[in-house]
Structure formats: C-alpha cells, structure tokens
C-alpha cells in the first residue's frame, strides 16, 4: 500500500511543536507526556474494539487488549490504594458523570463546589448536565480566607439534604478537609465523591491528604499532574462498597463497583480508548518511580516559590498561597482584567489562563484573574531558583501591557530559555 501523508496537518503538527518548545506553559491542568506514553497512544491499539470489561468483551480478538486494561486497573489501584478501578472513562467530565448515572436518578439534589470559586462544571454549574438534570446548590470560600467554608457545607448540606456531595475543583489552591466532609455526608446519608482531577499525582506521592480513606468514590483525570493520557479514572477504598445501597437500573441493590461499571457501559460510553489505556498504564507505572517522587516535589515547591514572589511583587493571591501545583491571581488593583492578561502575556510567550475569582465582578469571559500552575514547566526541568525569573517576566509584562518592544524582548528571552529544556525533562 503507497504511503500517504498530509501535507497541511503535517504542517500545522509541527508548528504546534514549535509552539509547546518555544513557550512557557503555566496551564495548570496541562503537562507533557513521556514519550512512551506518546508510543503508546498512537500504536495499534487505537484499531480495536473492545467494549466490556477485560476477559468480559463483546468482541473477539482481545486477548491481548484485556492484559493491557487489566494491568491498568492493576497499577492505579497500588499507586492510589484503591480496591477497585474502572480506567475507561474518556475524561473527567465521563467519570463525574458515570457516578451521577449510577447513583442519581433525574430531579435528585447534589451539593458541589461553586463553580465561580473554583469548582468545576460537573460539579452541578447550570450550564453543564449536572445541574441541567440534577437539583444543585453549592457551597463556596469564606470572602476572607478564601478556603473552602466548611461552616457553609455543613449548613448547606443540612438544608438541602442532597443524595450526593463533591468535593474536589479545578481552580483551588488548598488541601481538602475529606475527613470533614465526610461527617457531613454520614449525617445526611449522602454518597462522598472525591474529585481529585488535578492534584491525583500529589496525592498518589503521599504530599496531600488522601480522600481514599473518606469519600464513597473518587474521579480522576490522568493528564494533570498524573501526567499521562487524556482521559478519566473511577477508583473505590476499603469498606465502601454499596453501603447506601445503589441500584442498577432494574432496581436490584448491587455491589458499588458492579453499578459504575455498568454506568460507564453500557450507560454512557461504548468502546474503550484502548490506545489511551495503553497510556494510562504506562503513566502509572512512571508514578510510582523515585523520579515521579521527585517530580511532584518540584512541582509544590515550584508553585509555593512563585507565589511568595507574587505577594512580595504587591499581587493578591486567593487564600494568600498555595498548598499544591497552582494559584489564583486576583488583577483588580493592577488594572488588568484576566482576558487582558492572558493575551498580553500570550505575546510574550508566556501561556496562562484567564479565570474567574471568588466573587468575581467580570463575566467568565473577561474575568479577574489569571490561573498559574507549575506541573508542564516542571516536567521540562525547571526548578524553584528559576521562578524568581519567570515572576519577574510576568511581572514585567503586566506593568507594562502596551509596550510591544519589551514585550517582544521578553518573548526572545524565554524562547531562548524554554528550547534548551525538551518537552520531557
């Protein structure tokens, strides 16, 4: 068969190369994979079906594909201490919802996050279907810490009694009181869903606290700071198999894990990602390396280092600080919204997001704040004495957002900075 090949994709490949090579990545939920993990994503892997689960498909020929799942589920459960996995979610978002399926029916009341605070969008936001076809309330941080109001959840939760409580966001900079939670859920009779999509690395290192031992279920995405795949993750602990008594959809009470399963399929999806499987498994395995140990280190002592320097600049930093791999940065005494600052800082080769704060006056769309998160510069090597010039960089660009000379100047330098460092350190 005569190769072919894509001229224009080609082209557009490897300027998105050149653009991860040449610019300074501080999107917290971003990283850069191992090359394995790339290997294995695109192998051959990505031509089978396999819907099931391993040894239990629905179609032939996946004798191989159920030892590549199976040791899978085999590595997340030793990194993280789970007793029971499912790796066949597409995202994040599938994994949140799959729990919802198993365990709500339509109309049913659920307490997450606020989303304007740093929840995310599954977490019952009006727009997404967790609130479109669940009954949402949600709690927020206290306007003078800025962490989470565990006064507020308890209160919340007592009034609305909802069937499921989330704990977990994508834009929080603090560890999570699980323990907490969980009392709260057991007074109510609520199911706790962990969501640790962004700090699931930190967390599989022992360096936050482990929601394994408190939540009824936890989710998880595999390419944050896990630093694998795409894609999602449901895990179980010890003693929580179905103690609420779950139903599948025929109304029998079935073991916990029995029930998500089904909700991932045949409730929600169809054939497995087996190639991103492949990936995942590959990335577990690098988690429970020595090196993996050191990377996330780096990762909270890189983020901790930036946001001291941010404070001694004169920014204002939601609850002050950070416990893991990101910050909030409030602009409003700058003058700056997070849209401005995002494009202006995007010219300079530096890529952030805009984001909303607690008790933002900004529309989503303009916000007034940027979200800094430190694991893809850390997994290119960088180390926390090199934060003082990547502070002084943004530092400068934000002070001086018109003037397009020295914008181009700090572009040249930390070009020049950043393709000395591979994409996998």
Known sequence: MKRWHDPEIEVLLSQEEARQLSTLNLIASENFTSPQVRA??????????????????YYGGCEVIDQIEALAIERAKKIFG?????VQPHAGSQANAAVMFASLKAGDRILGFNLNHGGHLTHGATVNFSGVLYRSSSYGVNPQTGRVDMAEVERIAMQEKPRLIICGGSSYSRDWEYDRFREIADAIGAILLGDIAHPAGLIARGLLKDPMK??????????KTLRGARGGMIMLGENFDNPLGLRDRKGKIKPMSVVLDSAVFPGLQGGPHENNIAGKAVAFAEVASEDYHAYVTHVIENAQK?????????????SGGTDNHLFLIDLSNKGLTGKEAEKVLGKAGI????????????SPFVTSGIRIGTPAITT??????EMTQIAEWIDTVLRNPTDENLIARIRQDV??????NPLFA
């Open 214 to 223: 408190h939540c009824h279920i936890i989710t998880t995405t595999t390419h």
């Open 40 to 57: 294995a994503l695109g192998s051959v892997l990505s031509h089978k079906y396999a819907e099931g689960l391993p040894f239990k498909r």
């Open 351 to 362: 890529i952030v997001n805009k984001n909303v704060i607690p008790f933002d006056t900004q």
């Open 306 to 318: 930036l946001a001291h320097l941010f404070i001694e600049k004169g920014y204002d930093l939601i």
């Open 415 to 420: 070009q020049e900075k950043m393709i000395k």
């Open 380 to 385: 290119r090597g960088l180390r926390k004495e």
């Open 82 to 86: 789970a007793t029971w996995v499912n």
